[in-house]
């Protein structure tokens, strides 16, 4: 009966153990057999195995079923500090720091009485589209063998994909949950800038960076971030606004809702099936009484130049504390310079280096101007195109990712094309809006894709209602074979 | 804008990041290609646009100042690569 467990959504896990027809244990033990025969898709960093089942055991003992999570196994992007294990970022300059603190969002998920069974595999430091740069090796797609589960939150969307973790979390800085979603077709939420503290999660671009759930569904998806998204004065960036009970609400009657299209989103050399997707998903926001709107977001192809200007002149700030001393990794050097030197350029690899020197580049005295301060200013207007189409529209939709999943390998040798991938989340991220990707059909090649529904500032609550109702009548099927367990 | 390898060895100098020539050469050249990338901005007239530095325009909330953690001493120490007793050991700065 073990398969039947994982097979199971969060909500009903939750459901099925506050009837107590399944106990913590069960479950826990459950996707934890699940994940020990899954090692081939190298979606874990960190196990936590025998603590969570412990974990669990208390639970039972002691049930308080008025949490909202009782006693669920969650495995978490290694990108959350969690106190006592392991934290990597998926560096080898983090490969034995263990933290001496939580995350704030996955203190949330304890409190509600979620136990965490694992660290799960990421780009390192957060920076890549496919899961390849992490030190700790590629991980698999559970949709085919050898095709890259998408990234940075690779792990996150692996694991889910093959149901070896209920729910997750990850983190989006430009694509980050929303690609992988639609790489492993699942869902995605990157909330509103402010809603999800940052305490405690390895920072990457400080004003690009937030945490998000990855779910099967909208429903999961909305428990999810109703559990994560709180106000914290541990982060100064978090905002305190009036948070909803999301799951309670959820609610599909989309009439009247006005969705824009942007037509700058229907770019040269898009296969067609993500045309033909996006067509859907117009047709059932019309059927369902929903209006369409055409709408411009004139500076789009900006975004993604702005994104490599203002991510890795953060990241580079943020990374300056990897200095071999207090923490981390530390190679030998003549000198304290001359061990800086050594211990960044064997701790950090080739892609976190390469943004690192943009960054400090673009940040250097003579460049700031032309590059920085030029990047600044266009993200001004990006966020004003969003801006005036609001006072038209309640959401955008379109689709997640230009292609769906691609071979590992293909894409490594040339880093603009693997940028481009980014190409329909980026502008979110600089405009700090929420968005959602859920899973809407296939390619010809039988891989998923997505599409994205764009809210306004702090409006989670309608785009997880539009995107509940699109899930309702595309009614996708993730035609995953155990291809991987033996 | 072409960065050369005169460049690039300057950038890893900031960076505190040691390469070697031919790592210096592979990266001058991705680096080349995303640059000529990010020219595109300068299509666009910005004379009269605000930069956005925060999409948060608040002014940042102070707490107060107080000791919220337990003495983690220890467990700090522990993640350091070279210590003694309650101090982070690095390289001689001072002849």
Partial sequence: MMSNITDLKLVELVDKIKKKELSSTEVTIAFIERSKKSKKLNAYISENYENAIKKAKIFDQKPDFKKKLPGIPIAVKDLFCTKNIRTTAGSKILENFVPTYESTVTQNILDEGGIVIGKLNCDEFAMGSSNETSYFGNVQNPVSENLVPGGSSGGSSS???AKLTPATIGTDTGGSIRQPASFTGTVGLKPTYGSCSRYGIVAFASSLDQAGPMTHDVKDCSLMFEIMSTYDTKDSTSVDFKRENYLTNLNENIKGKKIGIPKEYRV???PKEID?????????IKENGGQIIEISLPNTNYALPTYYIVAPAEASSNLARYDGVKYGFRSKGENLIDMYEKTRSEGFGDEVKRRIMIGTYVLSSGYYDAYYLKAQKVRRLIKNDFDEAYKKVDAILTPSTPSSAFKIGEKLNDPV???????FTVPINLAGLPAISIPAGHDKKGYPLGLQVIGKAFDEQSILNIAFALEKNISFKNNITDWWIK | MT???KTVKHISKLSRISIDDNKAKKLGKDLNSIFSFIEKLNELDT???EP????AETTLKLRKDEIKSENIREDILKNSPDKNKDFFVVPKVVE
Avoid: F, Q, V
């Fill in chain 1, 159 to 161: 694991a889910l994909a």
């Fill in chain 1, 417 to 423: 094309s693997m940028y481009l991938n980014d190409i």
């Fill in chain 2, 47 to 49: 004379k009269n646009t």
């Fill in chain 1, 268 to 270: 040269d050399g898009m």
């Fill in chain 1, 276 to 284: 033909e997707l996006w067509e859907k998903g117009i047709k059932i």
């Fill in chain 2, 3 to 5: 960065i050369d390898l």
């Fill in chain 2, 52 to 55: 956005l530095t925060s999409i």
